[in-house]
């Protein structure tokens, strides 16, 4: 497909809105940026979410966490008041399977298979219903569009999509368009930043600074990553924050009501938080293991380096 084709069917979706070809070799002018969609970052590849299911776990969690936890606490407290620990084998009985039954249910629906970014290889594979499609990164091509969305009770907002073209292994013309994250509440600057974070890591990374430039340190990577706070490290934010006013107050009257119920909350949130963390991280590594034999070899520090479109072209095809 060429570059006209993409503009025209990016113009075709989103109407006649600002958009801009992206290449691997040149720059945008922004400065890389994260956009919180990154599932792993590694030396090898790059993972980013695709789809839904961002909050796989959260049913574990709220049943087991903190309905079963809940139950257990006040069996608890009876127990101690009444005497009659009894009460707490049989609460076991309920909290156990609470936990236990959803946590089977959602591990054992497979995820949506994330983008990879195979530095490698220098390529991006995608699943879409079971097929793999790819593309090489020298060459790629991607396009950011800004658009607005008005509703009738809402003021036009503005958003930014971000996409990339792919192509079905063994049949190139069959091709797709390919979203990197959500386009809601994005601005093309932002796009044009995230895409510059995706040039420093296959061009320059895995680790890299502010600028794109290769660096052996990851604290820079690690800070953008660090921006996106998973709902386990809100209660180690909270602690942060109240420590942080406590040395500005020179430990005097720095706790205020609205920190406190925030510091509150999280620890009561915590043990949920976790178990829907722990589930996601469970169903997520189960998931893996659905990506064909050719995408999973090439991930290895110690894999193949061949491409799969030249794997194409040795079959004879025109790609």
Known sequence: MALKDLIQQARAKYGQTPCILLSACLPTGEKPMELFITDEHTEHYLALQAG???????????????????????????????????????????????????????????????????????????????????TPWDGIQAIACEFQLVGPYTAGMNNASLEVLVRRLGEPDNTLMVSLGAPMGKTLAMQKGFWEYLRAYMNNGPWFDKDGNHSESDAFVKSQLAAH???????????????????????????????????????????????????????????????????????????????????????????
């Not at 089977?104 to 499609?133: A, M």
């Open 52 to 134: 839904g299911d961002s909050d796989r776990g959260l049913i574990t969690g709220l049943i087991g966490g903190i309905g079963g936890a809940m139950l257990l606490f006040c069996a608890l407290v009876m127990a101690l008041f009444s005497g009659k620990w009894g009460l707490v084998p049989s609460m076991l009985w309920i909290c156990i399977p609470a936990l236990v039954i959803p946590c089977l249910w959602e591990i054992s629906r497979p995820l949506p298979l994330p983008i990879l970014f195979n530095r490698r290889t220098r390529e991006v594979y995608f699943d879409h219903n079971g097929e793999l499609y790819h």
């Open 229 to 319: 706070i998973k709902p386990t490290g809100f209660l180690a934010h909270s602690r942060q924050v109240i420590a942080e006013e406590k040395a500005a107050a020179g430990g005097k009257n720095y706790l205020s009501g609205t920190d406190f119920v925030l510091l509150l909350g999280d620890l009561f949130f915590y043990p949920s938080n976790w178990i829907q963390e722990f589930t996601y991280n469970v169903a997520r590594r189960r998931s893996r293991n659905r990506w064909p034999q050719i995408v999973v070899e090439r991930l290895q520090p110690d894999g193949p380096t061949a491409r799969l479109i030249d794997l194409e072209r040795e079959r004879g095809l025109d790609v």
